[in-house]
């Protein structure tokens, strides 16, 4: 075998490796980036205040989102990494919250903590 056949046999490998380091890399960060389709549906604000006071979120499929009180109603888009669930809202205000197993917690600075319980489905 000549130098040129041995150096080719060399870059015909090293691109092998190469593809395979590639493929596993985008299966890593596809599983550990999911947007988390199972987040989508109804939240409870879960509160010991007055009765009649309700804070209600709900996540779509589609990624849109509502947060319902009595008061106020908040459209906005919503999306989820890592262990973090972010809203966006459509003046561009952005809400960051934890999650926790199936339900999360969101800290607004003037309102304190809200933790949301899954209520549907």
């Known amino acids: 075998m000549n130098d040129f056949q041995k150096g080719r046999n060399t870059s015909m490998a090293l691109m092998r490796s ?6 596993f890399l ?3 960060l596809t599983a550990s980036c999911s947007d988390r ?6 939240y409870r604000h ?8 309700s804070s209600v979120i709900e996540l779509r499929k589609d990624h849109m989102g509502t947060w319902k009180t009595e008061l106020d109603r908040i459209d906005f888009w919503w999306n989820v990494q890592g262990n973090e669930i972010l809203l966006e809202t459509v003046c561009g205000k952005k809400i960051a919250g934890e999650i926790t197993g199936r339900d999360f917690r969101i800290e607004l600075s003037r309102a304190g903590s809200f933790f949301f319980e899954r209520i549907d489905p």
């Open 18 to 23: 190469i593809l395979i380091l590639a493929a």
């Open 26 to 28: 985008i299966l890593l």
């Open 37 to 42: 389709q199972d987040m989508a549906g109804t």
């Open 46 to 53: 879960v509160t010991d205040s007055v009765p009649g006071n």
